[in-house]
């Protein structure tokens, strides 16, 4: 099956009739092809968006946010199709992309259809100058949207839901590794009725599909999610042409454990936040900090847990653990087991490739638990974004509070007590974007979401999103 290019509300191929090849990582094999386009085919997108915006613009609050729940709707209607999509391009078990990846999806769309019906805009009264000041905020016109490969669907809808919400017409990219279900989403924009232009799809390389979406001078906002060095990158090509940016990039989380926590809750969930989507998630708690008085214990009963993980088949319901996205990327998860014997931590668990009968050619390996010895190694301060995390134990919390800070990521961290006030002072001094206390991966819509250091500049959700696609203008006026 071909994957096409939407751009002006048509399926098209790439101009130069070039194609990728895209894998199912579950298999290890091709099962379709993708274009792999080039400026020119960004170039008919920007045009077919542009032309589409003044109209989009116009268009009442009520009609843009009709035409987003009728997409929500449709993601709902198509759960199963989409789920098993999404679970084919990236390896994750099909039961987690219909529980998570694609209800996330469309609540992403019903959200901003809703979230910009409540939007408001600020007035100030000048008083004693005879003035009022109003501030509009207008959309900006032409966007890009960039999406990474762990969570498709949902991090793609992310974007693409508040950009077009707030009246802007897209030019949207998503990881070259995982481009299904955005294109399956373009037949769901036509059947909405979303007008031609709006959003377009265009499929390829970051290097190139990617750069030229960054580099139009005539796409004056980028929303990019995706590594810190690419993010870097990015920043470096559009500042000079003074586009906005927001960057959600990589993170190395602490998952803080206290003695006083509530135990059984805390283990539970610390399996799943250290091998959910096969630790493929920008939040997940890579890095474990356990107080002392219960490191033993708690390193016997997690591995005991985490030894009982299913990794199988992303089809098998019972498997817990699917496949590694591509095999570049397993093979740089394996390197990090390497580096992290070489490096004097011990492997408590797993550390291997595994082989599924019946799937000998794909992307496994085993949930891996490395005890380390310092925090300073380089698997405690490098993202690894796979199945692997590391614990080591704490003695206070001055000291994990220093341990948990002294990386350069700052996107989540998760806190495991009962202690209020340490709560505070801890959540007042960790830096990151978004604490998590004595739970995980929780999300509100409308909390502000992203990270701060490398992590990214910028916030999305809720209104947040809604004023990065906007502009203000404030207009003066004396009576
Ligand atoms: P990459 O940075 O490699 O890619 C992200 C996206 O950018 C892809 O669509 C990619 O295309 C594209 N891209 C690559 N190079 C360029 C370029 N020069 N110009 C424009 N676009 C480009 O990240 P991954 O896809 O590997 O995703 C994993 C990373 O994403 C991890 O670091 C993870 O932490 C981070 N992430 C952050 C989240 C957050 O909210 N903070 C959430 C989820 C993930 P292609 O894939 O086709 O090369």
């Known amino acids: 099956m071909n994957i096409q290019n939407y751009i002006n509300g048509q399926f098209v191929n790439p101009i130069h009739n070039e194609w990728l090849n895209n894998y199912n990582p579950a298999k290890g094999e091709v099962y379709s092809q993708i274009p792999n386009s080039t400026i020119e085919d960004v170039e008919m997108a920007y045009k077919s968006a542009k032309s589409a915006f003044k109209k989009w613009s116009l268009t009442s609050l009520e009609e843009r946010s009709r035409i987003l729940i009728k997409i929500s709707e449709l993601l709902e209607e198509n759960l199963q199709q989409f789920a098993e999509a999404e679970s084919l391009d990236n390896g994750k078990p099909i039961w987690l992309a219909k529980a998570v990846d694609i209800p996330r999806a469309a609540s992403n769309f019903r959200f901003f259809a809703n979230a910009i019906t409540q939007f408001a805009s600020e007035s100030h009264e000048s008083v004693g100058h005879n003035a009022i000041n109003y501030t509009l905020r207008q959309p900006i016109g032409v966007v890009g949207c960039i999406s990474p490969w762990n969570l498709p669907l949902y991090l793609f809808s992310w974007k693409i839901a508040p950009a077009i919400a707030a009246g802007n017409c897209v030019v949207a990219k998503p990881s070259e590794v995982t481009p299904m279900t955005a294109f399956l989403l373009s037949e769901i924009c036509i059947e909405a009725g979303l007008p031609k232009g709006v959003l377009n799809i265009v499929h390829g390389l970051g290097t190139t599909t990617g750069q030229a979406i960054v580099e139009h001078p005539g796409i004056k906002a980028i929303s990019f999610t995706g590594g810190t060095v690419t993010g870097a990158h990015i920043a470096k090509v559009a500042a000079p042409m003074f586009k906005k940016l927001s960057l959600e990039l990589g993170g190395k989380n602490p998952n803080i454990i206290f003695a006083d926590c509530d135990y059984d809750d805390m283990l539970t969930t610390t399996v799943r936040s250290s091998f959910a989507n096969q630790g493929q998630i920008c939040l997940c708690g890579s890095r474990i900090f356990v107080e002392d008085s219960i490191y033993e214990k708690f390193k016997t009963?997690?591995?005991?847990?985490?030894?009982?993980?299913?990794?199988?088949?992303?089809?098998?319901?019972?498997?817990?653990?699917?496949?590694?996205?591509?095999?570049?990327?397993?093979?740089?998860?394996?390197?990090?087991?390497?580096?992290?014997?070489?490096?004097?931590?011990?492997?408590?668990?797993?550390?291997?490739?595994?082989?599924?009968?019946?799937?000998?050619?794909?992307?496994?390996?085993?949930?891996?638990?490395?005890?380390?010895?310092?925090?300073?190694?380089?698997?405690?301060?490098?993202?690894?974004?796979?199945?692997?995390?590391?614990?080591?134990?704490?003695?206070?919390?001055?000291?994990?509070?220093?341990?948990?800070?002294?990386?350069?990521?700052?996107?989540?961290?998760?806190?495991?007590?009962?202690?209020?006030?340490?709560?505070?002072?801890?959540?007042?001094?960790?830096?990151?974007?978004?604490?998590?206390?004595?739970?995980?991966?929780?999300?509100?819509?409308?909390?502000?979401?992203?990270?701060?250091?490398?992590?990214?500049?910028?916030?999305?959700?809720?209104?947040?999103?809604?004023?990065?696609?906007?502009?203000?203008?404030?207009?003066?006026?004396?009576?």
């Open 301 to 479: 009963d997690f591995v005991k847990k985490v030894k009982t993980l299913k990794v199988g088949h992303p089809s098998a319901t019972e498997t817990k653990v699917g496949a590694l996205v591509s095999k570049p990327h397993l093979e740089k998860v394996l390197s990090y087991v390497k580096i992290a014997k070489g490096e004097g931590g011990k492997v408590l668990c797993g550390g291997n490739q595994l082989t599924i009968k019946g799937s000998e050619n794909g992307y496994y390996m085993e949930p891996t638990i490395i005890e380390v010895k310092t925090d300073e190694c380089r698997v405690n301060q490098e993202e690894i974004f796979g199945p692997v995390v590391t614990i080591m134990p704490f003695s206070s919390e001055e000291e994990v509070l220093q341990m948990a800070n002294k990386v350069k990521y700052g996107l989540s961290a998760t806190l495991w007590t009962n202690d209020l006030k340490r709560t505070m002072r801890m959540s007042n001094q960790l830096q990151v974007g978004i604490v998590w206390v004595n739970t995980w991966m929780m999300r509100d819509l409308r909390t502000p979401f992203g990270g701060v250091k490398d992590s990214g500049v910028g916030r999305e959700g809720g209104f947040e999103a809604l004023r990065f696609f906007t502009e203000p203008k404030n207009v003066c006026i004396k009576y």
